[in-house]
Nanobody
Framework: QVQLVESGGGLVQAGGSLRLSCAAS????????MGWYRQAPGKQRELVAV???????NYADSAKGRFTISRDNAKNTVLLQMNSLKPEDTAVYYC???????????????WGQGTQVTVSS
C-alpha cells in the first residue's frame, strides 16, 4: 500500500516559520518529481514548489525567496521550509510524489492526506 505521511503543519504568526515533511513509503521507487501543493478555502489547489530527482527546483511566484524545497532520496522524503509566512499562505498543504510502485511499470502521482497551515496576522 502506498503511503505519504505528512507532518509539520500548524498555527504560526505572520513572519514566522514552519517546516513541512513528507515521507513516502518504500514501495514507491524510481521517484521522479516530489512537490508541495496547497489549497485555500474556496480556491483551487495550486503548486507551491517541486523538485526533481536531479535536484532541479521550481517555485510558485508567491513562494520564491521565502520557501525552500529539498529532498532526501535515500529516505524518500521531501521537505518544505517556509519562512516569512503571511496570512495568505494559510491553506491545506499536500505532498505529491511521482514514481513507480513496486510491481507496476508506469509512473503515477500519489498524494498525501494534507496538513493544515494557518498563519495569523
Amino acid at each position: 500500500q502506498v503511503q505519504l505521511v505528512e507532518s509539520g503543519g500548524g498555527l504560526v504568526q505572520a513572519g514566522g516559520s514552519l517546516r513541512l515533511s513528507c515521507a513516502a513509503s518504500r514501495n514507491i521507487i524510481n521517484i521522479n518529481a516530489m512537490g508541495w501543493y496547497r489549497q485555500a478555502p474556496g480556491k483551487q489547489r495550486e503548486l507551491v514548489a517541486v523538485i526533481t530527482s536531479g535536484g532541479t527546483t521550481n517555485y510558485a511566484d508567491s513562494a520564491k525567496g521565502r520557501f525552500t524545497i529539498s529532498r532526501d532520496n535515500a529516505k524518500n522524503t521531501v521537505l518544505l521550509q517556509m519562512n516569512s509566512l503571511k496570512p495568505e499562505d494559510t491553506a491545506v498543504y499536500y505532498c505529491k510524489v511521482r514514481g513507480v510502485v513496486v510491481g507496476r511499470y508506469t509512473f503515477d502521482d500519489y498524494w498525501g492526506q494534507g496538513t493544515q497551515v494557518t498563519v495569523s496576522s
